[in-house]
C-alpha cells in the first residue's frame, strides 16, 4: 500500500547529499570543541540567523529547555502563550528541571502574544512576585496552522518585554519555513530576539539536530546548561555535516511544501464534513476541524487507506515536507473523501 505520511515533517529522511557529507564527516570531540564538522555548522548557523554564535543540541526540546534554563534561575517565572509548543508540548522541563514557574497568556487564532497582555503578565518588582525573566514566542507557529509572523507582528511583545527588563527566546523550529513565506531572510526574523533555536530535522530534512543562536556570552553560557541536561555529544559531526548541508542546499525548496499544503487546504475545503479556512495557511502546517467525526476514527480510517495523519478530539493535522509530492496529496485527498464518506453516520 502506498502510504503518505502527513504526521509531521520529523518523518523526513536525509537527503543522498546529506548521508554522503555524514559519512565522510571530519569529526572531533565536540565537548571539547574539538570537532570542525560541528564548529563549521555552528558558525553557519550563526551567520544564517544574524547571531554571534551558536551551539548544536539534540532536539528542538533541547534547545527550548537550554534556552529557557539559560535566561531563568530557579524561581523565576517566564511568559509564554497558552497554545506554544513550549508549554503542551515539551513536558514542562523548565518547571521541572529548573524550577522555572511558567505563566501563560492568551494568544490570537494565529498564536501571536498581544503586548498589551505580556506587559499586564509581567510581575511588578519587589520582594514576593516572581521575577518575569524571559518572554517566549514561535515561528511559525505550530497550533496557529503554521502561521509565519513579520518582525513588526513581533517587535511590539518583544519592545515590551525589554522595557521591563525581561530577555526574549523565538522558538523558532521552523524560522526557515516563515522566512521563505515572508520573502525575508531569516536573521530579519531573528535580529529583536536574545536567544533563538530551529530545527534541523523539520522541514530542513536531517535526521536529528537543532541549534541554539545568541549572543558570544549567552551561547557560553548555553554549552554550560547544554551539559547539564546531558547534551555534550562527543563526535557529533555526524549529525552537524547533514546541517550543514541543509542550510546550504534545503531552504528554499520549502516552498515546495508550502505550495503543497496550501493544495491539501484548498481540497480539505471542498469536502463535507471538514471545515478549513485555506487563506489561514502561510506554510507547511493544516489543521482542519471534523464535524461529523472524530480524529481517532478518522485518522484510523485513513491509516487503512494508505494516509497518516495526527489528531485529537475534533481536529486533525497535516504536515507537508521533503518526500511528499502533489501527486501524494491528490492521493491523499481521495483518502480523505473516500474515509469521510465511510465514517458519517448514515442518514
Aim: hydrophobic letters at 45%.
Amino acid at each position: 500500500m502506498i502510504v503518505v505520511d502527513l504526521r509531521s515533517d520529523t518523518v523526513t529522511l536525509p537527503t543522498a547529499e546529506m548521508r554522503r557529507a555524514m559519512y565522510e564527516a571530519e569529526l572531533g570531540d565536540d565537548v571539547y570543541g574539538e570537532d570542525p564538522t560541528v564548529n563549521r555548522l555552528e558558525a553557519m548557523a550563526a551567520e544564517r540567523t544574524g547571531k554571534e554564535a551558536a551551539v548544536l543540541v539534540a532536539s528542538g526540546t533541547m534547545g527550548n529547555l537550554v534556552c529557557g534554563l539559560t535566561h531563568c534561575g530557579r524561581g523565576d517565572e517566564m511568559i509564554v502563550g497558552d497554545t506554544a509548543h513550549i508549554y503542551l508540548n515539551e513536558q514542562g522541563g523548565v518547571a521541572g528541571l529548573g524550577g522555572v514557574q511558567v505563566r501563560t497568556i492568551a494568544t490570537d487564532a494565529r498564536g501571536m502574544l498581544d503586548p498589551r497582555r505580556v506587559e499586564a503578565a509581567i510581575r511588578p518588582h519587589g520582594l514576593q512576585p516572581p521575577r518575569t525573566a524571559l518572554v517566549c514566542m514561535e515561528n511559525t507557529h505550530n497550533r496557529g496552522s503554521g502561521a509565519a509572523f513579520t518582525a513588526n507582528e513581533m517587535a511590539g511583545v518583544t519592545e515590551v518585554a525589554h522595557a521591563h527588563g525581561a530577555s526574549v527566546h523565538l522558538d523558532g523550529a521552523r524560522i526557515f519555513n516563515a522566512a521563505v513565506a515572508l520573502g525575508v531572510p531569516v536573521a530579519e526574523l531573528a535580529a529583536q530576539a536574545d536567544s533563538l533555536s530551529f530545527c534541523l530535522s523539520k522541514g530542513l530534512s536531517c535526521p536529528v539536530g537543532s541549534v541554539v543562536c545568541g549572543s558570544e556570552s549567552f551561547i557560553k553560557r548555553a554549552r554550560r546548561t547544554r551539559e547539564m541536561v546531558g547534551g555534550g555529544m562527543r563526535q557529533a559531526g555526524v549529525i552537524a555535516a547533514a546541517g550543514i548541508v541543509a542550510l546550504e542546499t534545503m531552504m528554499d525548496r520549502l516552498a515546495e511544501d508550502h505550495a503543497n499544503a496550501q493544495q491539501l487546504a484548498q481540497g480539505l475545503a471542498m469536502i463535507p464534513g471538514l471545515s478549513i479556512e485555506p487563506s489561514r495557511i502561510q506554510t507547511n502546517i493544516v489543521y482542519v476541524d471534523l464535524l461529523d467525526t472524530t480524529a481517532p476514527e478518522l485518522s484510523a480510517a485513513l491509516r487503512a487507506r494508505g494516509v497518516l495523519a495526527n489528531g485529537m478530539g475534533n481536529w486533525l493535522r497535516f504536515v507537508t515536507h521533503y518526500g511528499i509530492t502533489a501527486e501524494d496529496i491528490e492521493l491523499a485527498l481521495e483518502a480523505i473523501e473516500a474515509a469521510i464518506n465511510g465514517a458519517r453516520p448514515v442518514g
